[in-house]
Structures are given as C-alpha cells and as structure tokens.
C-alpha cells in the first residue's frame, strides 16, 4: 500500500489550498480515508475523515465549515480541499487509510489508521 499526499505550499492567511492523496496497491473503495496534520512541536491531529462511499464525512472543529474532504474513488484519490487558512493551520498534513468492512467512520485517532502517506507541507503565512 501506498499514499501519496501532494499539493501543499506556502499560502497567505485567508487563502486556499487543496491537498491530494493518491493511493496505490489497495482497493481503494474498501478503505476510510482520513487528513491528520502535526505542526511541529505538537502531536498528530484529526483533521477530516471520509467513509468508504463518500457518503459520510467528519471534521475537528478546528476544520469544521473552513475545510472539505472528498474523494473519487474511481482514481484512488483522496481531497482536502482548505479555504480561510489561519497561521494555527500551518502543519505537514498526512492522508491516511484504513480498511473498513462497513459504512462506517467513526475513526479520529492515529490509532486507528494502518496505512499513511510521506506529509506535504502547509505553511499560511500571514
């Protein structure tokens, strides 16, 4: 398996940016999808979840209303797509995956994901 997180950058406070996670060597469909982040000094963070249809997402409240997670389960990607950056947004955001038998999404912890890509770098500058 692997996880391939892209599309981060440096970004002025209020801006945009949309990570993709591309996943290789799994089926794709059959896994929750989540976006943790660790800025430095800190420890891994939920960020956003997504179930295996798309049909079910959840966000931290730090995220909540600001960021979106999708996906397209056709190309094995994985998206968060970040609006109104904040300076506390800047972290090396993760995608990560678990296999998932069931509708379910309810897995916010670094605990509950067996598989995580490299990080891409986020940094809102003000």
Not at 42 to 47: G, I, T
Not at 66 to 77: E, G, Q, V, Y
Not at 86 to 101: F, G, P, Q, S
């Amino acid at each position: 398996v692997q996880l391939q997180a892209f599309g981060g950058g440096l970004v002025q406070a209020g801006g945009s940016l949309r990570l993709s996670c591309a996943a290789s060597g799994l089926t794709f469909s059959r896994y929750t999808m989540g976006w943790f982040r660790q800025a430095p000094g800190k420890e891994r963070e939920f960020v956003a979840n997504i179930n295996r249809s798309g049909g079910s997402v959840s966000y931290a409240d730090s995220t909540k209303g600001r960021f979106t997670i999708s996906r397209d389960n056709a190309k094995s990607t994985v998206y968060l797509q970040m609006s109104s950056l904040k300076l506390e947004d800047t972290a090396v955001y993760y995608c990560a995956a678990r296999h998932t038998i069931s509708s379910a999404s309810s897995y916010y912890t670094v605990d509950d994901y067996a598989y995580w890509g490299q990080g891409t770098q986020v940094t809102v500058s003000s």
